[in-house]
């Protein structure tokens, strides 16, 4: 589930609970829950399931059509009547949570009060079908994101109908692996690098009886240096 109310909507603070949550052992931080009720089309459901809308509402021909001739009034949903089990049912209580939301709460025409609630807890949530097209909406937001000055500006505002906007935590798609580069060739390009000389530690002097060119060794096997590449060649000479 991912539950958000984008841009500017009304609601109502129904309850205001501050409370103190636990850090740790010993550490205890300021919280809040707020509850809230928001009225919304009812294409809000389909961000819980994408079924539940046309399980609770049905296309109403003639009730859609009075809708459109209203000019001015925007249409609150294309099924706007409830089906009888929509009806039967009433209050529907969705378990589940969120959590990363962000909570803002507009208020006057500056901004500068304006309330910004970040890492919250999205749960407790009540969806109430209504005749028409619209579905209430009761959610539970808790944050520790808190101090004594948003406490006090939260309490005065209890029961009070408010400007919202719940943001759902932001999606962090992976990056994709990218192919390891391709080395440089050392060198310019088109050359061939040419083999350094062993360093002496890698040379090895001649125990054979023959030289690399297969001629005697005179000096009784070990006075010739010798690479481990031409030492190899002696030694298949010999056999």
């Known amino acids: 589930m991912r539950f958000e109310i984008a841009g500017k909507a009304k609601a109502k603070l129904c309850n205001v609970k501050i409370q103190s949550h636990k850090m740790g052992q010993k550490h205890t931080v300021p919280a809040v829950a707020l509850r809230i009720m928001a009225t919304m089309s009812n294409t809000v459901l389909t961000q819980f399931d994408k079924l539940l809308k046309g399980f609770l509402y049905e296309k109403n021909g003639a009730a859609a059509a009075k809708q459109q001739v209203l000019d001015g009034v ?31 709460i507009y208020q006057g025409v500056t901004g500068d009060g304006n309330i910004k609630l970040r890492d919250g807890k999205v749960h407790g949530f009540k969806l109430v079908p209504k005749e ?8 539970t937001f808790f944050t520790t994101d808190v101090d004594a ?37 050392t060198g310019a390009p088109g050359n061939v690098t040419k083999l350094q000389k062993p360093a002496a ?36 000479a010999t056999s």
Do not use: C, Y
């Open 74 to 104: 925007e249409v609150v949903s294309d099924m706007p009547q409830l089906r009888e089990a929509g009806s039967k049912l009433g209050e529907l209580h969705w378990k589940d949570e969120q959590t990363g939301s962000t909570l803002h």
């Open 132 to 139: 028409g097209g619209t579905t209430q909406v009761f959610f």
């Open 149 to 185: 000055e948003i406490l006090g500006e939260l309490a005065v505002l209890h029961q009070h109908d408010i400007d919202i906007e719940l943001s759902a935590p932001e999606i962090v798609k992976d990056k994709p692996l990218l192919p390891d580069e391709p080395q440089e060739p």
């Open 201 to 236: 530690k890698d040379q090895l002097k001649n125990p054979l009886p023959v030289n690399a060119d297969g001629s005697k060794n005179e000096g009784g096997g070990g006075d010739e240096v010798l690479t481990p590449e031409q030492a190899l060649a002696a030694s298949h």
